[in-house]
């Protein structure tokens, strides 16, 4: 009898858990002014992590998820350096950042082709891409629930009159009282291809 207790509690604990617990997740993302005084501080730290990752020909993700989750993330690795890949660390740190993701010219060939598996040597990929390398710089919530992620982004030549001028923060709210909407994304301009964008799933 103990025994078939148990198993009717703990589903119903872990339903309980995911609803509650969950469901009412508050987060406590960094304010813009916060991120963009902070970008302002270390500005030439933002530009030369840029500059490093536009020179790598392959990976997506830097630092990689460990184990090293996929074999461009190797040669992402490998075609850096020890030298390139400690200063990569020590710029995410002084500027705060996780993990930053970038589009490498393996990406866009793979874009270009249709094929997401295969890895041609270096001289077949393109000689330019359109960068795009995002930051994070907050991150919060669950695998299953409400996430939050407050990142930098470069964007070469976006068009910043899509940025909105207001706090990106207030999204979450705006998100959570549209019971239509399963999430949002906005972006605010900083300067030139520097934007903060804030991305709310509930």
Request: charged residues 20%; negative net charge.
């Amino acid at each position: 009898m103990a025994s078939r207790f148990l198993q009717v509690l703990l589903p119903a604990t872990v339903v309980a858990f995911i609803a509650v617990g969950c469901g009412n997740r508050s987060f406590n993302p960094p304010s813009d002014e916060d991120m963009i005084r902070n970008f302002y501080a270390h500005e030439d730290a933002f530009n030369e992590i840029t500059e490093i990752l536009l020179n790598c020909p392959y990976g997506d993700i830097y630092p990689p998820f460990y184990p090293i989750g996929s074999a461009t993330d190797s040669l992402c690795l490998s075609s850096l350096g020890n030298e390139k890949c400690t200063r990569l660390d020590s710029l995410l740190a002084s500027v705060g950042g996780k993990r930053v993701y970038f589009k490498s010219r393996h990406t866009l060939w793979q874009i270009e082709h249709g094929d997401f598996s295969s890895i041609p040597p270096i001289e077949e990929l393109p000689d330019t891409i359109v960068p795009s390398i995002s930051i994070i710089y907050y991150s919060a919530g669950w695998s299953v629930g409400p996430s939050v992620d407050k990142q930098y982004a470069y964007r070469l030549a976006e068009d910043s009159t899509y940025a909105v001028d207001w706090e990106l923060n207030d999204l979450i709210e705006f998100v959570r009282n549209d019971p239509d909407a399963p999430g949002g994304m906005a972006s605010r301009h900083i300067k030139g291809d520097w934007y903060i964008e804030l991305c709310y799933d509930k």
